[in-house]
Each structure stands twice: as structure tokens, then as C-alpha cells.
């Protein structure tokens, strides 16, 4: 084990290597949700990392100097207090749609490699990461391809009332699909036909029509203002 409390060569190299891989890893992580535009990018799953290696090789270098009994105290802190990180990039729609669970679990995880890192359990760090690039990518494209090939599609719909229904559920009916539910909502204050609605529509498909398809000829309704898939 290096010794910590004489600042020699040895050691300031070890904590470059360690910053240095957590450096790194920080921006294999955050590129995937940077390129995707999340609220947490690059720049925030770097710091997390550093940070996070930083608190362990502090929790570390107070073992040994002072010999504080848990190691591990100062890195259980992170790991909690990460939940209030996460927490910001959560975010629940109009429509009852959760974003942002993906990016919360990686900075989350992204925490947890800056403290594997920064205890210098190398092996484990990389392998991780690794891991995390096949979650991001594999399991991202079998998340897309279950996507494409799910019939059951939820629309949510902006029109300016409740009597241009017919329109829509004709157009539904003329591509041979199946209105399951209907759930309209009106705008606050609203209390005849004549207002603007919110219309939540469930929609079983059939086999060779796919998601895209079906919101592009909903959309292009005249009576339909705003049209999105959730």
C-alpha cells in the first residue's frame, strides 16, 4: 500500500492515475446523455465522478493518517447524497410521462465509479464502465426495437373541442386500428365544447403499422392543433 502521508513521487502519481481514470470516465458516461441534450451532460457526470473519487481517496488518506476505524464513511455519503442530484433531472410531463430516470441512474452510477476508482480497485472500475456503455447502447436499441414492434400506442392530442372527435376517430378507424380508451381533458376553466381540449387517446395497432406512422396521419388532421406519442 503507498504511503499517504509522506507526499513522494509514488503517491502523487497514484492520485494523478486515479483523478486521470475518473476524469475519463466521467465523460465516457456523460457523452451518452449530452448527446442526447439531458439536463445532466458531460461536464455534470465528470464532476460527480471526480468528486466522488475524490471524497474515497480522502476517506482513505484519513485511515491511514489519523486511523479512522470505516473507510467507507465519507463514500456512503456520496452514495445517498446523490439522490438529490438525480432527483433535479426527474421530471414528469403534461401527460403523466417520467423523464429522465435514465440520466439519474447514471449519475448515480457515475458516483459509484468515482468511488471505486478512487480506492484503486482498477479491475472492478473497468469493468463497470464497460457495463455501462452496453447498457447505454446494446440494451438502448432492444429498448427501441421492443418500442417499434409494441401495438399499443398512447396518444396525447390538443383540439379546439370536443366536437371534432369524429374526424380523428374515423382517420383512427380508416388505418384498421383499435380505439381502446378515450380520456378527455378539458383546459382549466373550461366548461362547454367550445374550449380547447386535451385528448389522451390508447390505440392498439396492427401488425404492419408502425408507431410513426399512425401520429404522423393523426397530426396532419386539420381539427388536431398538437399531436405527441407517450
Known amino acids: 500500500m503507498l504511503d499517504f502521508i509522506s507526499f513522494d513521487f509514488s503517491y502523487a502519481l497514484d492520485i494523478t492515475i486515479r483523478l486521470a481514470t475518473a476524469f475519463i470516465s466521467g465523460i465516457i458516461v456523460g457523452y451518452d446523455r449530452e ?27 484519513t485511515y491511514l493518517k489519523y486511523g479512522q476505524d470505516d473507510v467507507t464513511r465519507l463514500a456512503a455519503q456520496v452514495i445517498s447524497g446523490l439522490g438529490f442530484l438525480g432527483a433535479g433531472t426527474i421530471l414528469v410531463t403534461r ?3 417520467v423523464k429522465g430516470l435514465t440520466t439519474a441512474a447514471s449519475l448515480w452510477f457515475t458516483g459509484c ?16 464502465l464497460i457495463a455501462m456503455l452496453l447498457v447505454m447502447k446494446i ?13 399499443i400506442m398512447k396518444i396525447h392530442l ?8 369524429n374526424a380523428i376517430y374515423e382517420k383512427i378507424d380508416s388505418m384498421d386500428c383499435q380505439l381502446l380508451s378515450v380520456n378527455p381533458q378539458l383546459n382549466s376553466g373550461a366548461e362547454d365544447l367550445n ?12 401488425i404492419n403499422l408502425k408507431h410513426s406512422k399512425l401520429l404522423s396521419s393523426i ?12
Not at 374550449?195 to 396492427?206: A, E, N, Q, R, T
Open 139 to 151: 440494451l438502448n436499441r432492444v429498448d427501441d426495437k421492443i418500442y417499434i414492434n409494441s401495438r
Open 195 to 206: 374550449h380547447f381540449v386535451y385528448l389522451d387517446l390508447k390505440i392498439k395497432l396492427p
Open 113 to 128: 465509479l468515482g468511488i471505486t476508482i478512487g480506492i484503486g480497485f482498477y479491475e472492478a472500475a473497468f469493468v463497470a
Open 219 to 230: 397530426s396532419e388532421l386539420d381539427e388536431v392543433l398538437f399531436a405527441e406519442e407517450v
Open 158 to 165: 390538443l383540439i379546439p373541442s370536443l366536437r371534432v372527435t
Open 95 to 97: 401527460t403523466n410521462k
Open 35 to 61: 448527446k442526447l441534450r439531458r439536463p445532466a451532460g458531460i461536464k455534470t457526470h465528470t464532476l460527480v465522478c471526480l468528486g466522488s473519487c475524490l471524497v474515497m481517496m480522502t476517506g482513505e488518506y
